[in-house]
């Protein structure tokens, strides 16, 4: 089983999730700006994923700089805080299978959590081929 924490008008997202798609899974899509998060779903997601909430923190397009999060004095529980009252201040996607937890960008990061790769050639939004974690062109 496949989850990905998802924001469709993200084309880093839409690109992983299609990615996900085309490599047979059938995952489970969670829109977390409708739905929101849990302190402890933050905190397992984050540790699966070996991340602090401000290497997760989406500092772009975002409210974070406005929110004062940026600043290096702001805590890990005061930038999770944030991201609660605040979804959009998760970067985004998230995804988790069977082999681990990632923040998905770029968007060729979710090729290591699926059990088979889509048909080929694999391209992202921009257009460019993606590669595997051993840099291969997946052409």
């Given at each position: 089983m496949i989850v990905i924490h998802h924001n469709p008008d993200c084309g880093t997202s839409r690109d992983v999730l299609d990615i996900i798609r085309a490599s047979g899974a059938r995952p489970v899509v969670i829109d977390y700006l409708a739905e929101g998060w849990t302190r402890p779903q933050l905190l397992a997601l984050f540790a699966?994923?070996?991340?602090?909430?401000?290497?997760?923190?989406?500092?772009?397009?975002?409210?974070?700089?406005?929110?004062?999060?940026?600043?290096?004095?702001?805590?890990?529980?005061?930038?999770?805080?944030?991201?609660?009252?605040?979804?959009?201040?998760?970067?985004?996607?998230?995804?988790?299978?069977?082999?681990?937890?990632?923040?998905?960008?770029?968007?060729?990061?979710?090729l290591g959590?699926?059990?088979?790769?889509?048909?080929?050639?694999?391209?992202?939004?921009d257009g460019q081929g993606m590669r595997n974690e051993g840099g291969t062109i997946l052409d």
């Amino acid at each position: 089983m496949i989850v990905i924490h998802h924001n469709p008008d993200c084309g880093t997202s839409r690109d992983v999730l299609d990615i996900i798609r085309a490599s047979g899974a059938r995952p489970v899509v969670i829109d977390y700006l409708a739905e929101g998060w849990t302190r402890p779903q933050l905190l397992a997601l984050f540790a699966a994923a070996d991340l602090t909430p401000r290497q997760a923190l989406r500092a772009t397009k975002s409210p974070a700089a406005d929110l004062g999060l940026l600043d290096e004095g702001v805590s890990d529980d005061a930038i999770l805080d944030a991201m609660l009252a605040h979804p959009v201040l998760v970067n985004r996607p998230i995804v988790a299978s069977r082999k681990g937890v990632r923040l998905c960008r770029p968007s060729e990061a979710v090729l290591g959590l699926l059990d088979s790769l889509p048909p080929g050639p694999l391209r992202n939004q921009d257009g460019q081929g993606m590669r595997n974690e051993g840099g291969t062109i997946l052409d």
